[in-house]
């Protein structure tokens, strides 16, 4: 079945550590983004990606990295430069361009000890 | 910055009332989308609105788009209880980045 699979379900960090989630989708999209979702706030964009080798910053990618250098992966780092990441992260792709609807998948959440 | 505010930020139904979530940006729109996010899941795509003015249906949910492209609406006739979940709109201002509203929550009581 075509989907988007993002691992580990749940995530474990340590203060000063960096993390790497992994996202991967098998639907041919052209476009992948990240998003954080914390309570009562929605979903806030992190990074975004249109094409491969090519990614832009959301409205909240202090503390965050990405990259791109295959359709089908977009991984995030949470850095430890990254102060509060305890969140449920989401990892969506699209068809690309306007007028796409975004498919998400399971998501990650990650937590600090 | 650009904002989509959603509200109500909860709402509690009776099992066969009504229910409206309503969305509203701070600046024009090219499209809007509406997502459904059941408890402990992932946001699922419901629709898109494109046109000023636009309705569409699926069933019991009608969501409109506002004259001026700014607001939208989302209308359940009759809840039940599969209805529950979290609504979230999508608003696209520019160009690729869609910016979420807070979403609204939805219980419907049996």
């Known amino acids: 079945d075509g989907g988007i699979t993002q691992s580990p379900k749940y995530l474990f960090r340590k203060e000063g550590q960096n993390v790497t989630l992994s996202c991967e989708q098998n639907l041919n999209h052209d476009a992948m983004y990240w998003y954080r979702q914390d309570p009562g706030q929605g979903l806030r964009l992190i990074y975004y990606?249109?094409?491969?080798?090519?990614?832009q910053k959301g409205d909240i990618a202090e503390g965050y990295s990405v990259s791109r250098e295959k359709k089908e992966s977009f991984p995030l780092t949470v850095t430890s430069a990254q102060k509060n990441p305890t969140a449920f992260y989401l990892c969506a792709s699209s068809l690309g361009g306007r007028n796409q609807p975004q498919h998400f998948g399971d998501g990650t959440r990650l937590s600090i000890l | 910055g650009q904002q989509v505010m959603q509200i109500p930020q909860y709402q509690h139904v009776q099992e066969g009332e009504d229910f409206t979530t309503y969305c509203n940006s701070s600046t024009t729109l090219s499209n809007i989308q509406w997502y459904k996010q059941r408890p402990g899941g992932h946001p699922v795509f419901l629709i898109q609105l494109v046109k000023s003015g636009e309705v569409k249906k699926q069933k019991r949910l009608t969501f409109q788009f506002g004259e001026a492209k700014k607001n939208s609406s989302l209308h359940i006739t009759a809840t039940q209880t599969t209805d529950v979940g979290t609504y979230f709109c999508a608003g696209l201002p520019g160009t690729y980045k869609y910016i979420f509203g807070t979403g609204t929550r939805l219980k419907v009581l049996a």
């Open positions: 990606s249109q094409i491969v080798n090519d990614f």
